[in-house]
């Protein structure tokens, strides 16, 4: 090849790249984004609205840009919801354009980039883990074959804190007792397993290797390397701890309960006992060839942090609410001894004739909502929002949080106020059929979870106030409710000590 022809080469290719490049931008001019605060060059708006992008502060941006707004944070797109038409836009009518989920540098280590459920882009793979899960897991069936051992479970709180000498007088921290409740509710239907006191060093190794895993995928410190990927190299120790925790916990999971199960199993089959656990199904699956090893990790993996903080986090929000709200508390007291009698113990059957606990759990939630910013969505291809255009793999934020706390929408919304859900909201359900209330999402990738959860907060609330008069500590007239949000969760701040004195029948 001649100078000249090498020359006529790289000149036609340096037109075509100024053209790609010139077209390119072009059309990027051309989209009609939602509207957004004025971006910079590396940092989009990043630097103007900060890591803290909690449902509050989503929700003053959205008083200032609109029910849909565009926040450009480095690399990543971040669309924000926040009415109840385009929440159904995303959610149902879009459901599958919007159904996948956006994972960050963290959620690919925990998540094992998306080999799990919660995680996981919206395809087969998602399909596959889902009707896996939900024989399992998610069907009336398992709720009455395990409520009795969640009405054990909760018993077992009132006499442990019957017991206590503390908890009449200076108080106790509710919630750690609480926590104890809430692993042994799932690891019996996980595993037919418990743990049965608050010392058992595997309940404690699980306790903080979770709560780790928690604090570091919900911080936002590691924000700026998941933006600006020439950041990345400094998250070099966050990622390497997040790393050792996931490896450390998939250990335990498989050491000290998968492989343990198995080992039950081969035993009584043979004898032909025993009804099936979750992990039998699972398994069972994997020896079909549907799932592979690590997918029943990671589903293991999903169930402790999906099932058990978010429930743990509405119970205690529910208490913090009944403690600050002396007067709904004995209303909701009242509401059980005329319903059930005195001294008879909430059931799960039960709880269905006691509407005041229904509305109690519902206004928790509404006020409360664990996940105010649902578990973010995201389209995989360039999508259509509004009038607006999403470019492909944004990340979509519908703040439920809002949407439930709208003056424009709810009476006194920072009122807690149960009864509005027999009154003017008494047809509002929790199970998304109002899309001014999605406390557990509604659509394809809504919770499934939702069937366990509303009977285990009402047995659980519905004891504890039978059988105590919830209190702040001496000295204090009411609890800290102050909030802490994370990349998607809420919970309290400061786990509250709280008065039980125990009642009489
Ligand atoms: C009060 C307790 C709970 C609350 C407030 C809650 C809330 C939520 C929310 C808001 C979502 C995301 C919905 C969306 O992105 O559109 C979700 C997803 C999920 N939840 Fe729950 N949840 C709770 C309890 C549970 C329980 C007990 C389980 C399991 C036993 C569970 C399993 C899941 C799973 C597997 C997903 C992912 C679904 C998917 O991506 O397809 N949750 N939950």
Known sequence: ??????????????????????????????LKLPPSPL??????????????LNHRNLTDLAKKFGDIFLLRMGQRNLVVVSSPELAKEVLHTQGVEFGSRTRNVVFDIFTGKGQDMVFTVYGEHWRKMRRIMTVPFFTNKVVQQYRFGWEEEAARVVDDVRKSGEAATIGIVLRKRLQLMMYNNMYRIMFDKRFENMEDPLFQKLRALNGERSRLAQSFEYNYGDFIPILRPFLRGYLKICKEVKDTRFQIFKDCFVEERKKVESTKRSENEGLKCAIDHILDAQKKGEINEDNVLYIVENINVAAI??????????????????????KLRNEIELVLGPGHQVTEPDTHKLPYLQAVIKETLRLRMAI??????????????????????????VNAWWLANNPAHWNNPQEFRPERFLEEESKVEANGNDFRYLPFGVGRRSCPGII??????????????QNFELLPPPGQDKLDTTEKGGQFSLHILKHSTIVAKPRSF
């Open 452 to 465: 366990l959860a509303l009977p285990i907060l009402a047995i659980t609330l519905g004891r504890l106030v």
């Open 309 to 330: 903080e978010t429930t743990l986090w509405s119970i205690e929000w529910g208490i913090a609410e009944l403690v600050n709200n002396q007067e709904i508390q004995q």
């Open 39 to 52: 971006p910079v060059p590396i940092f989009g708006n990043w630097l103007q609205v900060g890591d803290d």
């Open 372 to 397: 105010p910013l649902l578990v973010p969505h995201m389209n995989l291809r360039d999508a259509k929002l509004g009038r607006y255009d999403i470019p492909a793999e944004s990340k979509i934020l």
């Open 1 to 30: 090849m001649d100078l000249l022809m090498l020359e006529k080469i790289l000149i036609a290719l340096f037109i075509t790249i100024v053209t790609a490049i010139v077209i390119a931008k072009f059309c990027g001019k051309c």
